[in-house]
Nanobody, 122 residues
């Protein structure tokens, strides 16, 4: 069984910073791409940033220049550093990872964390 556990959400004023972390645990054979998504009330879940197994990163236009995604392979962890936060960044942030397990290393599954709330006050 594989779990993704997020941490680091909270309440911050506009212009402030938050750092989200997500750690994978369980019967992990390998982790391919990892990423962060978010869902605001009444809106669909949207991509924020991704990082590939080769450390290639990509960002939503809304995150470019303000957010930085990184990963620590040894700890199965992906981090999202969020600076210059805006009220419109308020959402539940979800960690995502494409993982193959020790039970079947040839198959890649899509896993989600439980979500962490980020609230930015104006």
């Amino acid at each position: 069984q594989v779990q993704l556990v997020e941490s680091g959400g909270g309440l911050v004023q506009a212009g402030g910073s938050l750092r989200l972390s997500c750690r994978g645990s369980g019967s992990i054979f390998s982790i391919n791409a990892m990423g962060w998504y978010r869902q605001a009330p009444g809106k669909q879940r949207e991509l924020v940033a991704t990082i590939t197994s080769g450390d290639t990163t990509s960002y939503a236009d809304s995150a470019k220049g303000r957010f930085t995604i990184s990963r620590d392979r040894a700890r199965n962890t992906v981090t999202l550093q969020m600076d210059s936060l805006k009220p419109e960044d308020t959402a539940v942030y979800y960690c995502n990872a494409r993982i193959s397990t020790t039970a079947n290393p040839r198959v890649v599954y899509n896993y989600w964390g439980q979500g962490t709330q980020v609230t930015v006050s104006s």
